[in-house]
């Protein structure tokens, strides 16, 4: 099996989806809480359903190029074993999803069907 694709700092904005289910509900939250409060960041519904692409509950956390140093190190090291999609944000949201797509942790397989047509 091959290893997901690690982040890389060579877009301009990102989006960060932490995923989770009933049992680490409360350990997402306060990471995704801590992310916006520790830089600032906008963070998005913790949404106990499913959405998107996502095939897992998420939370999605925005930032650019300049909070990325500071937050991937941070993120990978508090997410326990919470598994984060990290992805450039390009207008081309197949793109986005695919070739453009990062993890922390153990990669979940997306619901590409939503972007049929691009």
């Given at each position: ?9 060579i ?10 289910d009933k ?5 997402a ?6 992310a916006g409060?520790?830089?600032?960041l906008?963070?998005g519904?913790?949404?106990?359903k499913?959405?998107?692409?996502h095939s ?10 300049h909070?990325f140093?500071k ?6 090291e ?20 695919t070739?453009?797509?990062?993890w922390?942790?153990?990669s979940i397989?997306?619901?590409l069907?939503?972007?049929?047509g691009?």
């Open positions: 099996m091959n290893e997901p694709k690690r982040p890389v700092n877009h301009r904005d990102y989006h960060a989806h932490v995923y989770f049992d680490t509900l409360a350990i939250t306060r990471l995704c809480e801590q409060e520790r830089f600032g906008k963070i519904r913790v949404h106990q499913l959405v998107g692409p897992k509950w998420s939370c999605q956390i925005s930032f650019s190029n909070d140093d937050l991937i190190p941070w993120l990978d508090n997410r326990q074993d919470l598994s984060v999609l990290v992805h450039a944000l390009t207008g081309h949201d197949l793109r986005d999803h070739e453009y797509a990062y922390l942790g153990d397989v997306l619901d069907s939503c972007f049929e691009e």
